[in-house]
């Protein structure tokens, strides 16, 4: 079982997450991180360091994101990878929890 990010990520992309990763599962997008559930080590780390609480286990992404699950193995394989903690966008407070954010996602 791997771990998803899902929509609370986009256009926050607060990369704490990233930090704690003891392997290399993130990818950085435009306005995203998506994690390679190939590389995910299950190790629960990166779900509790979230600001923005986008990072579930792949059993318990909530009904409304589980196309996340699949956009995180589709852009994980086209994204770069991203293995440090870089400053969020200045903006990211603003969008922090704000619903509806998906059709926003810069692929």
Same mark, same amino acid.
């Given at each position: %079982?791997?771990?998803?990010?899902?929509?609370? !990520?986009?256009?926050? +992309? &607060?990369?704490? $997450? =990233?930090? =704690? $990763?003891?392997?290399? !599962?993130?990818?950085?997008?435009?306005? %995203?991180? =998506?994690?390679?559930? *190939?590389?995910?080590?299950? $190790?629960?780390? $990166?779900?509790?360091? !979230?600001? =923005?609480?986008?990072? &579930?286990?792949?059993?318990?992404?909530?009904?409304?994101?589980?196309?996340?699950?699949?956009?995180?193995?589709?852009?994980?394989? +086209?994204?770069?990878?991203?293995?440090?903690? +870089?400053?969020?966008?200045? *903006?990211? *407070?603003?969008?922090?929890?704000?619903?509806?954010? #998906?059709?926003?996602?810069? #692929?």
């Amino acid at each position: %079982m791997a771990f998803v990010v899902t929509e609370n !990520c986009i256009k926050c +992309k &607060y990369t704490d $997450c =990233v930090e =704690v $990763c003891p392997v290399d !599962c993130f990818h950085e997008g435009p306005n %995203m991180l =998506v994690i390679d559930p *190939d590389e995910c080590i299950d $190790c629960t780390l $990166c779900e509790t360091e !979230c600001p =923005v609480n986008a990072i &579930y286990a792949e059993d318990d992404v909530p009904e409304n994101q589980i196309e996340f699950i699949q956009i995180n193995a589709e852009l994980a394989g +086209k994204w770069p990878v991203l293995s440090e903690k +870089k400053p969020a966008p200045e *903006d990211a *407070d603003e969008w922090k929890d704000q619903p509806g954010k #998906r059709q926003l996602l810069e #692929r």
